[in-house]
């Protein structure tokens, strides 16, 4: 073997170890991908999630369905802030998202379309939508939840206000031990 092969196959391997990465698959959630934007892909707005468990009032746990790689999350309501662990009426507003969500299967929808947001925890930021409830604005209407706006008032805002009012006036959740 003559040395110049030698050296040619001693370096063949590194030669294409050096050699550019071939570009990353489009994300089957990205918001930003072409496949998305194609719709190869279904929009994050259209996905549908099944609801693995409920953590309180307003947190809960979602799997992505139908999706190639899985993709789990965890969930807080927009506008939505109940009562903590060992507060009067947590239970209780566990409970009443509990049974909004009980079919399991649900859709998020974000302050900006197609735009996921996170708070400062790494949770998702979405109205959940159950059987066509906007489950945000149920559990106000509910009374299990003063109206909330640390991630901002969002589009929905006049809405939750008419709902949180709606609550204290009829004396629900809540608002139920007030004078």
């Not at 190869?40 to 468990?53: A, C, G, N």
């Not at 299967?105 to 996170?118: H, N, W």
């Not at 109205?127 to 589009?155: C, F, H, P």
Request: charged share 30%.
């Amino acid at each position: 073997m003559t040395s110049s092969r030698r050296i040619l196959l001693v370096l063949a391997p590194l030669l294409a170890a050096c050699a550019p990465a071939p570009p990353c698959p489009p994300c089957a959630v990205c918001p930003a991908c072409a496949a998305c934007e194609s719709g190869k892909e279904t929009p994050p707005d259209e996905q549908r999630w099944f609801v693995l468990r409920v953590i309180d009032g307003d947190t809960l746990v979602a799997r992505l369905e139908g999706a190639e790689i899985e993709r789990k999350e965890t969930v807080r309501l927009l506008n939505v802030n109940t009562p903590e662990k060992g507060e009067p009426g947590f239970d209780e507003a566990t409970e009443a998202l509990k049974a909004l969500v009980r079919g399991g299967t649900v859709a998020f929808e974000y302050e900006k379309p197609l735009a996921e947001e996170r708070d400062g925890f790494g949770r998702l930021l979405a109205y959940v939508i159950a059987d066509g409830i906007n489950v945000n604005m149920e559990m106000m209407r509910q009374g299990w939840s003063k109206l909330y706006t640390k991630y901002g008032k969002g589009r929905l805002h006049p809405a939750f206000e008419a709902a949180e009012r709606e609550a204290r006036e009829a004396k629900r959740g809540l608002w139920g031990g007030e004078e």
